[in-house]
C-alpha cells in the first residue's frame, strides 16, 4: 500500500470509530505501531485534526470533512452479503433499515462496481427467525435501547411457563439463536431469555437506569470471573 493510500486509510478508519487505537490501525493495516505513530504525527502536521495520544487512542476532530467515501467491488460485496444475511436474522424494523442503507450505498457507486456487487452468488434463504420471533425481539431491542422494563411470559427448555419483569439489557446473536440478556425482577438477578421461546412481551411504562450491579458491564464483569474460575479448575 502507497504511503499516500495509508494515510487516507488511517483517517477513514479513525473517523468511523468513537476511539481508535495504534495497535488496532497496525493491525488493519499490517505496519508497525511506530509507523502509525510517524503517519499520525505527520497528519497532524499537515493540519488533519487528529486528537489524541500514543497509548491512549485518536478520534477525528470536530470540523474536518472528507469526499463520500466510495467502496472497492469487496467492500460493495461484503455489505451486499452482510444485508442478505441480516435480514434473515434481524428483526423487521432493522432489516428494513438495512435493505435502505444498502440502496443508498448501491446508488453512489460507479457502475461496474454496482453490478459487480449485485451479482454476487451468496444468499441466505429464509429460514431465520419466524415473523412471531422477530417481532418479539424488535419489541425486546426497542425497550432496550428506550430503557424500559418490560413483562414477558415465557417458556423454558422444559416446557415451563413464567412470567417476568425484566430491565432488557441487550440482545445477543449466536448463530441461530437471538438470547436476551436482563436483570430479572422476580428472581433479583441477572438472566437470559431465547427470544424465541418468549410468548408474549409488553413494553411497561416505567423506566429504568443504571444501577450498580444490575448494568450490562457488571453481567460481562460476571462471567468473565465464572470463566477465569473454570479455567483455573485442575
Not at 14 to 34: K, P
Not at 116 to 128: D, I, K, N, T
Not at 130 to 157: C, M, N, T, W
Amino acid at each position: 500500500m502507497r504511503r499516500a493510500d495509508r494515510l487516507f486509510h488511517i483517517i477513514q478508519l479513525i473517523r468511523g470509530r468513537r476511539l481508535t487505537t495504534a495497535a488496532f490501525l497496525a493491525d488493519r493495516l499490517e505496519v508497525s505501531e511506530r509507523t502509525i505513530y510517524r503517519d499520525i504525527a505527520d497528519l497532524q502536521h499537515q493540519g488533519v485534526p487528529v486528537d489524541g495520544a500514543a497509548g491512549v487512542g485518536y478520534r477525528l476532530g470536530a470540523g474536518f470533512d472528507l469526499p463520500p467515501m466510495m467502496f472497492t467491488q469487496d467492500e460493495a460485496k461484503a455489505l451486499v452479503a452482510a444485508v442478505r444475511m441480516a435480514q434473515v436474522w434481524l428483526d423487521p424494523a432493522l432489516s428494513i433499515a438495512t435493505q435502505d442503507a444498502l440502496g443508498k450505498i448501491l446508488s453512489v457507486l460507479p457502475a461496474e462496481a454496482r453490478a459487480a456487487a449485485e451479482a454476487l452468488v451468496v444468499f441466505a434463504p429464509p429460514v431465520g427467525l419466524g415473523p412471531v420471533a422477530q417481532r418479539v425481539l424488535q419489541s425486546l431491542r426497542e425497550a432496550a435501547q428506550s430503557r424500559h422494563k418490560v413483562f414477558i411470559q415465557y417458556r423454558d427448555l422444559s416446557e415451563q411457563a413464567t412470567e417476568r419483569t425484566i430491565r432488557p439489557l441487550g440482545c445477543f446473536y449466536w448463530g441461530r439463536v437471538w438470547t436476551l440478556a436482563a436483570w430479572c425482577e422476580t428472581r433479583e438477578d441477572f438472566r437470559s431469555f431465547r427470544v424465541d421461546r418468549v410468548t408474549y412481551v409488553r413494553q411497561l411504562e416505567a423506566r429504568f437506569r443504571d444501577e450498580p450491579g444490575r448494568t450490562l458491564a457488571d453481567l460481562a464483569r460476571q462471567d468473565q470471573a465464572r470463566h477465569a474460575a473454570c479455567n483455573k479448575k485442575p
